[in-house]
Nanobody, 124 residues
Framework: QSQLVESGGGLVQPGGSLRLSCAASGFSFAYYAIGWFRQAPGKEREGLLC????????NAAAAVQGRVTISRDNTKNTVFLQMNSLKPEDTAIYYC?????????????????WGQGTQVTVSS
């Protein structure tokens, strides 16, 4: 059974940085694309960035472009999301997800498993 566990969220001041981790188990991690999403209160879940099984990375969502990077470590079954220059509007629950394929997709219907999420709050 696929399991994804996010960590690294918390309270950070505007302009600060966070590194989120997504630890995976229960499936052949190296063969799947993994993406990061977020959902703010009252808003739809939005995709931020994704890394394919081949290591290829999608373009970041416009709202976070230039401030976030994604990486994966197949030896540790973990994907990371580095976020810099955080803004109050980045406040949300951040989720990682395994896609059903080895490539990224903008369609949420192509997500096979979700993590439980980690809260990120950007506030002074």
């Amino acid at each position: 059974q696929s399991q994804l566990v996010e960590s690294g969220g918390g309270l950070v001041q505007p302009g600060g940085s966070l590194r989120l981790s997504c630890a995976a188990s229960g499936f052949s991690f190296a063969y799947y694309a993994i993406g990061w999403f977020r959902q703010a209160p009252g808003k739809e879940r939005e995709g931020l960035l994704c890394v394919g099984a081949d290591g290829g990375v999608t373009n970041a969502a416009a709202a976070v472009q230039g401030r976030v990077t994604i990486s994966r470590d197949n030896t540790k079954n973990t994907v990371f999301l580095q976020m810099n220059s955080l803004k109050p509007e980045d406040t949300a629950i951040y989720y990682c997800a395994r896609f059903v394929d080895n490539y990224c997709s903008p369609r949420l219907t192509r997500v096979g498993a979700w993590g439980q999420g980690t809260q990120v709050t950007v506030s002074s």
